[in-house]
């Protein structure tokens, strides 16, 4: 039976829908989903919007708005229960952030999914959204090794760093995105500053000392079970240095205590990073889209 022909309520968040978000968490992703880890910090975020459907008294979906400033906003968290799917109840949760979202005020909204995926790709071209590009994950275990031509940006390299940018290709094919995991925001130059400001830019030299390449990364908490990783947030370096880059990013990660360094990569990046060492966790992509309302 449809949803459309019964009774889904679609509400706010609170703090004892939790047991269900464990429940649902466990039986997706093989039982290693996210979101029961974030749950609580989500759910006192006050730039973020938490809700979940509800039928009969049981919480079978939960979806999250998160306001990332400046007018963008990223859609995030998108879950049904197993046990529920097929009915309508996430196209009914997409609906509602979406128009949660126009409310609000916002200019740009995003959300990554996987390739696999197809049912949200069906939601996301019902609502206008439009597909930007794939990443593909690739990780590899930290290692000792050479970092140089690999320099730590300071306050001072932050005007040469955006002129980088706004003349980099690379820049414009990520429609100016940068992030880790599943999230993604415009990389501006107050973001780029703070990043240089808290030690997470480096720029790679040529031997004339231009800069030709630009890599930020971010030191996330250690998860259960898994790597104590280093997280690339924005690779931009020419092709014919690619693997050499990734390598540095490796020996960086060594450098810095980390046991693994992982790169959202272009498809094209695949044999340049696999020559560095870098393995795919999982064969999907993510599929990053965008709907825009001014």
């Given at each position: ?16 829908d939790f047991p269900y978000i464990e429940h ?150 990520v429609h100016g995105l940068y992030g880790g ?114």
């Amino acid at each position: 039976m449809k949803v459309e022909n019964i009774e889904l309520i679609i509400r706010p968040a609170k703090e004892d829908d939790f047991p269900y978000i464990e429940h649902i968490g466990s039986r997706i992703w093989e039982g290693n989903d996210y979101l029961p880890r974030v749950w609580d910090r989500w759910l006192h975020d006050p730039n973020g919007e938490m809700v979940v459907a509800e039928l009969k008294g049981q919480v079978v979906g939960v979806g999250r708005l998160t306001d990332m400033g400046d007018g963008e906003w990223w859609l995030e968290g998108l879950r049904v229960d197993p046990d529920f799917q097929g009915k309508g109840i996430g196209k009914r949760l997409h609906k509602y952030l979406v128009e949660r979202f126009r409310a609000r005020g916002g200019t740009v909204l995003r959300f990554m999914t996987a390739s696999h995926n197809t049912p949200v790709h069906r939601m996301a071209a019902e609502s206008g959204f439009t597909h930007l590009y794939s990443l593909i994950p690739y990780a590899a275990d930290s290692e000792p090794g050479q970092i140089e031509p690999l320099r730590r940006l300071e306050m001072g390299d932050a005007d040469t760093a955006w002129a980088f940018l706004q003349g980099s290709p690379h820049f414009h094919k990520v429609h100016g995105l940068y992030g880790g995991g599943w999230r993604l925001r415009k990389l501006t130059l107050n973001h780029l500053t703070e990043d240089i400001s808290s030690g997470l830019a480096y720029g790679w030299y040529n031997s004339g000392g231009e800069m030709i390449g630009l890599a930020i990364i971010s030191l996330p908490e250690r998860e259960p079970d898994k790597p104590f990783r280093m997280r690339t947030a924005y690779l931009d370096v020419p092709e014919a240095e690619l693997s050499g880059a990734a390598s540095g990013l490796r020996a960086l990660a060594h450098k810095l205590g980390r046991e693994a360094v992982t790169i959202q990569a272009l498809p094209e990046w695949t044999p340049a990073l696999e020559r560095a060492g870098y393995e795919r966790p999982f064969e999907f992509e993510g599929w990053v889209f965008e709907l825009v309302t001014a």
